[in-house]
């Protein structure tokens, strides 16, 4: 069975020149934007095996859309009131898989991917269905009937899965008037052709064979020494490789093989570092580029003064880097000093015993 | 320009599947009685841990409808001998002259065995020497070896001629570091990293070549050389290549030129001028011989007078009016494979290069260069199609294209392009090696064997396609429709789990097939 459950409200601020719908739907109503996600999730619908059986969220958040599709729903769960709220999604998501979903095909955006991701996790694998203004997440597929065709495919097929780094904008940074990403955790996504980063690139961005040569190459060279280890699937595969449980989205450090610090503050980094100073490997969230000052502000220029400023190693898949069409990564730690510090040409590590000069800005 | 392509489809079943029990091609007749009363049971050869108790299961099929088998799977390709193929860029495609083809079936060439005597194959290393000599000259190179058979195999003889060449001095330990460009052939990064170097990737800058501050800063007391394409995957020359190896040669390193595809600067350009201390050509792109379905084929390496020493054993050496392979090389790389090299290649290719000489050689490429200009005047109708680089920036004998905006506006891209081009007669179109910076790429090569007309017709189906997909997505998404297969399912291709490289693989995996 697959659980369909849509954001009746996400795209809304597209059209209208917002860079979101996340509160700001009654704006973007005011401004004449026409809800278009339940259309997108019909075309997904169609998409779909006619024999497999569905289950939606009551009414515009995912029923309306199986119906429109020419479909009945086996089994609903609750729909919210109708003005749907990020606890709506949540709510409904989790419903759809304790019920027994298979699979969460769920329509938004960036927005809706993260409340996905936080109602189920890795528990039960989703896709997403392109619907909202931002698209950064790497668990969408192309188009929604790529998304129906995928989700089929995963079903009648051998079910091979991958995370998938759930992106969306850093809350934090855009209070501080910076506008950027942070990475929010992982959804298992079926594998297979018409995923989003595929478009970009035939081999994705978690390819792990690049991904564990990375992190092969990294704890050789981290040794015994100290690290911070930024957020992020290609620095999480380092954790993985030391054996220590570093988290997915936080900051870490590690010393002597030991993880001292677990998702740790900046002021907690400043104190656990000492006169050897520390590698900090950090690697590029979402399609932009940005390696520092975005959901990973605890790296501050403090921190990585104390941890030495030429220290900074950045890794990255060679899908990832391709994805960024030549366009330099950025820095933007909120001082322009250590920016200034660190522009300029890199080694980031690709591989084992693969190194790209790449430019920072 | 309308679909008018259709070929055939039959429902042919593999040859396994074919013919009845006790069916014959071709019946031996037994021995007559006297012969078998005094050969030996050949049976008694063969030790019996290593004799079958089962015979093979063998096809049993008579000879008509053997042969029909296979002339219908011939039709249901699409080859060079009967399709335009320009579209496989970066390959080279281009007309081998079936002349070539008789010479190589002479028995004088057909029936030479590697293991013959030097003095009964005086001939044949004659055609290896002289080769050698025009491979110098073309390249500006002291010597050559034609052992590696393959573009990537010369690319890691090179690479290992550069780790003895430190070696030899007592940097070998040091200096582990090969650069490379993004956008030089895969081989050149994976060649150098499978000779035991760290690989050091270059980036295109905004030119759509890597910049000498990138370079710069790749440069170090670990650089051991650079290994680099020009003009690079994307058809653009590098103008800055005379600094490049004046920088590698001041840290130190060598300068290895991939010019597997040589056809945009062949006869005009040399790669000691350039500044290169070894280069290879592939002998079955720009030397015309052909591709072979991925061999046997031959990548020549070349070499600088003072690195002659490391090249593979053996080299061929002239001594008076007879010629000699030369085992003797204490300071060699070793063995790349068995022997000196793919001699039918080395034939068609000698033969290729003397049909045309000099001025013909350069006459090649100036029409090569010319050829793909016209191509890509009439690729610019092409609706969502767009040069990702400055086009003040001349791309030689290759163009990358892109097809973002198309996909963009349709949701159709270059691989749905690349399809449709065969219910027009075509051969697909090759993308992009990996990595893909370029979104939805195409390069295009139309060689110096293509007409106006072979071009004009591609580029006409090219436009008619894209129109098809602005008036109707799904039609060109679902495409093609007149060929022997229509779409299969690529995901297999980036899945190692479903390769099945040999029986012994198919087996273990008995599990997944049927997928």
């Known amino acids: ?361 | 320009m309308s679909p008018q392509f259709q070929q055939a489809r039959w429902s042919e079943p593999l040859l396994s599947e074919l013919g009845t029990p006790g069916e014959r091609g071709y019946v031996p007749t037994a021995p007559e009685a006297e012969i078998a009363a005094h050969a030996p049971d050949p049976l008694t050869a063969i030790p019996p841990a290593f004799r079958r108790s089962a015979p093979p299961r063998l096809p049993q099929v008579a000879q008509p409808q053997l042969l029909r088998h296979f002339y219908r799977l011939s039709q249901e390709t699409l080859g060079n001998d009967v399709a335009v193929d320009f579209g496989l860029g970066t390959c080279t495609m281009k007309y081998s002259p079936k002349v070539n083809e008789h010479l190589v079936r002479m028995p004088e060439v057909q029936d030479l065995h590697p293991a013959q005597h030097e003095d009964t194959v005086q001939g044949i290393l004659e055609v290896l020497w002289r080769l050698e000599q025009m491979l110098c000259a073309i390249s500006g190179l002291d010597r050559f070896t034609l052992q590696p058979p393959s573009g990537s195999a010369a690319v890691y003889t090179n690479a290992s001629i550069v780790r003895a060449y430190h070696a030899s001095r007592g940097e070998g330990e040091q200096r582990d570091e090969i650069i490379s460009s993004v956008f030089s052939h895969p081989c050149d990064q994976s060649g150098p990293w499978s000779a035991g170097f760290q690989v050091v990737e270059l980036y295109p800058g905004p030119n759509g070549y890597p910049e000498l501050d990138a370079l710069k800063a790749a440069l170090s007391n670990r650089t051991a050389g650079i290994v680099i394409t020009n003009p690079e995957d994307t058809g653009i020359y590098n103008p800055h290549i005379a600094e490049f190896t004046r920088l590698v040669h001041e840290a130190g390193g060598l300068c290895v030129y991939d010019q597997a595809n040589a056809n945009g600067i062949l006869g005009i350009a040399r790669a000691r001028e350039a500044g290169f201390d070894l280069c290879h050509f592939n002998m079955h792109k720009t030397f015309s011989s052909p591709h072979n379905g991925m061999g046997p084929a031959m990548g020549a390496s070349g070499v600088k007078e003072e690195l002659a020493r490391f090249l593979p054993a053996p080299v061929v050496e002239r001594r008076g009016d007879r010629f000699e392979l030369d085992w003797n090389r204490p300071d060699s790389i070793g063995k790349i494979r068995s022997f000196v090299g793919n001699a039918q290649i080395a034939v068609r290719s000698y033969a290729w290069i003397l049909a045309l000489g000099p001025d013909g050689i350069r006459e090649v490429a100036e029409t090569a260069v010319l050829n793909a200009n016209y191509l890509a005047t009439r690729l610019r109708e092409v609706p969502g199609m767009s040069q990702p680089y400055p086009t003040s920036n001349t791309p030689i004998e290759q163009f990358r294209w892109s097809l973002e905006a198309l996909r963009e506006e349709t949701g159709v891209g270059s691989a749905d392009i690349s399809r449709n081009l065969a219910d027009y007669g075509f051969q697909p179109v090759f993308g992009s090696h990996h990595p893909f910076i370029v979104p939805e790429p195409l390069t295009p090569e139309a060689s110096e064997s293509f007409s106006k007309e072979d071009i004009d017709r591609w580029a006409d189906a090219m436009i008619d396609i894209a129109k098809r997909a602005q008036a109707d997505a799904d039609d060109v998404l679902e495409g093609p429709y007149r060929n022997a297969c229509r779409r299969i399912d690529a995901a297999a291709l980036d899945d190692p789990e479903r390769w099945v490289p040999t029986s012994r693989v198919e087996r273990a995996k008995g599990a997944v097939k049927g997928d």
Not at chain 1, 67 to 90: C, F, H, I, Q, S
């Open chain 1, 1 to 361: 069975m697959i659980g369909l459950v849509v954001n009746p409200v996400a795209g809304l601020g597209g059209a209208v020149g917002l860079k979101g719908t996340d509160g700001m739907v009654d704006e973007a109503l005011a401004r004449g934007a026409v809800p278009r996600a339940g259309e997108r999730a019909v075309l997904a619908v169609r998409a779909l095996p006619a024999d497999v059986p569905l289950a939606a969220a009551a009414g515009a958040m995912g029923a309306d859309a199986v119906r429109a599709a020419g479909r009945e729903p086996a089994l609903m769960v609750d729909g919210g009131d109708g003005a749907t709220t990020a606890d709506d999604t949540r709510r409904a998501a989790l419903d759809l898989a304790e019920a027994g979903c298979e699979l969460i095909l769920f329509a938004g955006g960036d927005g809706t991917a993260r409340d996905v991701c936080a109602a189920i996790g890795d528990r039960v694998p989703a896709l997403g269905v392109p619907a909202g203004v931002k698209i950064q997440s790497a668990a969408f597929a192309e188009s929604p009937r790529r998304a129906g065709e995928l989700a089929g495919a995963w079903l009648t097929g051998r079910r091979r899965e991958r995370a998938a780094e759930v992106v969306d904008l850093d809350e934090e940074a855009v209070g501080a008037g910076r506008v950027g990403p942070r990475l929010y955790g992982t959804l298992r996504v079926p594998l297979g052709p018409g995923l989003v980063a595929s478009a970009k690139s035939p081999s994705h961005d978690e390819d792990p064979a690049a991904v564990n040569g990375i992190a092969a190459r990294m704890v050789e060279r981290i040794g015994d020494g100290t690290a911070i280890l930024g957020p992020g699937t290609t620095v999480a595969a380092i954790g993985r490789d030391l054996d220590l449980e570093t988290t997915l989205v936080g900051v870490d450090l590690v010393r002597g093989g030991a993880l001292v610090l677990r998702d740790a503050s900046e002021q907690e980094l400043l104190e656990a570092l000492d006169g050897d100073g520390a590698t900090v490997v950090v690697t590029p969230i979402g399609g932009q580029g940005f390696v520092l000052g975005r959901g990973n502000q605890q790296i501050s220029p403090a921190v990585l003064r104390a941890a030495g400023i030429g220290r900074l190693t950045v890794v990255a898949t060679p899908a990832k880097l391709a994805v960024l069409g030549g366009r330099p990564l950025i820095v933007d730690t909120g001082d322009d000093a250590t920016d200034a510090e660190l522009r300029g040409w890199h080694r980031l590590v690709t591989g084992y015993d693969e190194e790209t000069i790449y430019r920072v800005e």
